[in-house]
């Protein structure tokens, strides 16, 4: 196993993409099941918090320590077995997920989930749930896990296989490998009906598995995976359509979403059913169009979508989109329509870039990212993002919204100058996050709450819920050693 103690050699592991940062005794590398089960033994002996590493992506603050060690998986980062029948990937918690892709597209296989960053990894997924545009239609990370293999901090090991063990009048029953089975208490708080990766996933007769999905590194340590898999589409029609004003963009969002949950319904394939609908607006696109410069100067939104369809369809759902689009006062002939793969993997950038740009913008500053990551019921879509957008400009402060519209899952994202902005660009985060919870919606949709959120995850929880969620982690942890302060606050786990 490789140890890193210098400080100048392991500064990179102190600071993730919303540039949180953090401080650390050491960086220790594992390079196998025994190394990790030596690791904590080392920290149980010592009491050494441990936080769990991965590509340190995260907005959060999730893999980056305030003292102790980090545990980074980067080594274990194998593909072990890729079943092209059975659509299975068994894989080690290091794998980044453009190794994944590119290892399946040789064998015309698919894994939906698509975060923004391609070199995030597949533990780093599993462990935040994490999703991107594709969830509209796949859904998040959760989905897709079938079993987890799992270090605990006492060394024990248990493996979940989804499916296999279930929740029953409130706790579950885990079996431990070497012998034995772990008694499990569940929290009983109630999750937003929203896209959602707040906190712990509790569900009435809830599958084991999810428990950990999500978990951001507080109950286990993953080493390996299993993933499920899809046959590669034939063809995928995509687009960025560009309107003269948002309301013709929600208004084309709102149908195009509501024609894809009921071709659903119908399990029918000659409709339109959006892989991805995703959102601009004017300052997004300002941001975008010196990379961009074919950006319609006048347009005020755009929605970019994907579908992926048989061949034999291509023509006929691109046609349903075209009139979709001019039912809607899209601009037709300004917009783009992808002919190849080339031109989707442009527009893919363009809806990647925006967020790289907002962070090389954040960290230019010195400053940390403000942006939100709230969803809200579809029905209050539209209010949700106007009341928010209300409430910023009367700030005055620079901002731009960017997401994933089609989950009513909005990213306003500030644009502080210096530290007395930022300080007002909190208070507006914390507005915005209120307001998300008064509409039945979530803080967090897709990024997790990790350290910088957790007063916000309590205002939407409560305190009661919190404790709850304490506990669940001293029945996995009793040591509290792993990634502490991730969701919530060291104390609540003293004073329960």
């Known amino acids: 196993m490789i140890i890193k103690n210098n400080k100048d050699e392991f500064a990179s592991y102190l600071t993730d993409a919303a540039n949180f940062k953090g401080a650390a005794e050491a960086v220790y590398f594992p390079e196998s099941e025994d190394d990790i089960f030596k690791l904590l033994e080392m920290s149980r002996a010592k009491k050494t918090p441990v936080t769990i590493s991965a590509a340190r992506t995260s907005l959060t603050g999730s893999a980056i320590p305030q003292n102790g060690i980090i545990l980074s998986m980067e080594k274990l980062n194998k593909i072990l077995k890729i079943d092209a029948e059975r659509k299975k990937v068994w894989l080690q918690p290091g794998v980044t997920l453009a190794d994944l892709h590119e290892a399946l597209a040789e064998r015309k296989l698919f894994y939906p989930p698509d975060p923004t960053e391609r070199n995030c990894t597949i533990g780093g997924t599993a462990a935040t749930n994490a999703s991107g545009a594709k969830t509209f239609k796949y859904g998040a990370t959760r989905a897709f896990v079938d079993s987890l293999k799992i270090i605990l901090s006492s060394g024990r090991k248990i493996f979940i296989e989804r499916g296999k063990i279930f929740a029953d009048n409130g706790k579950i029953t885990i079996p431990i490998l070497s012998g034995g089975n772990l008694e499990i208490v569940l929290p009983d708080y109630q999750m937003p009906p929203v896209k959602n990766a707040a906190g712990y996933f509790v569900k009435k007769n809830m599958d084991a598995i999810d428990l950990f999905i999500g978990s951001e590194g507080t109950l286990g340590v993953i080493t390996e995976i299993v993933l499920r898999v899809i046959d590669f589409p034939e063809e995928i029609v995509s687009g960025v359509v560009f309107f003269q004003n948002e309301r013709d963009a929600f208004s084309f969002v709102e149908e195009a979403r509501e024609q894809s949950y009921l071709s659903r319904e119908k399990k029918t394939a000659s409709e339109i059913d959006a892989l991805a609908l995703e959102f601009f607006d004017s300052g997004s696109l300002k941001f975008l169009s010196e990379d961009f410069p074919n950006i319609p100067p006048e347009a005020e939104a755009a929605v970019w979508f994907e579908q992926d369809v048989k061949l034999s369809e291509r023509e006929n759902i691109t046609e349903k989109w075209f009139e979709a689009i001019e039912l809607n006062n899209g601009d037709a002939e300004n917009s783009w329509i992808a002919m190849s793969l080339k031109e989707r993997e442009k527009f893919k950038n363009f809806r990647h870039a925006v967020s790289v740009k907002v962070n090389e913008y954040v960290a230019s500053k010195g400053l940390r990212k403000v942006g939100t990551d ?52 909190k208070e507006i985060y914390a507005k915005l996050c209120d307001l998300a919870v008064k509409m039945g919606g979530t803080i967090s949709a897709e990024h997790g709450i990790g350290k910088l959120k957790r007063d916000y995850f309590l205002k939407m929880c409560g305190e009661k819920a919190i404790r709850q969620m304490a506990e669940l982690k001293k029945q996995f942890d009793p040591f509290l050693i792993l990634n502490p302060g991730n969701i919530f606050e060291k104390k609540y786990l003293i004073q329960i």
């Open 374 to 425: 709230a969803a809200v019921p579809d029905g209050k879509m539209r209010k949700y993002f106007y009341e928010s957008k209300k409430i910023i400009v009367e700030s005055g402060i620079k901002f731009i919204v960017y997401g994933h519209i089609g989950n009513s899952h909005f990213h306003f994202n500030m644009l502080p100058e210096n530290e007395k902005e930022f300080s007002a660009a």
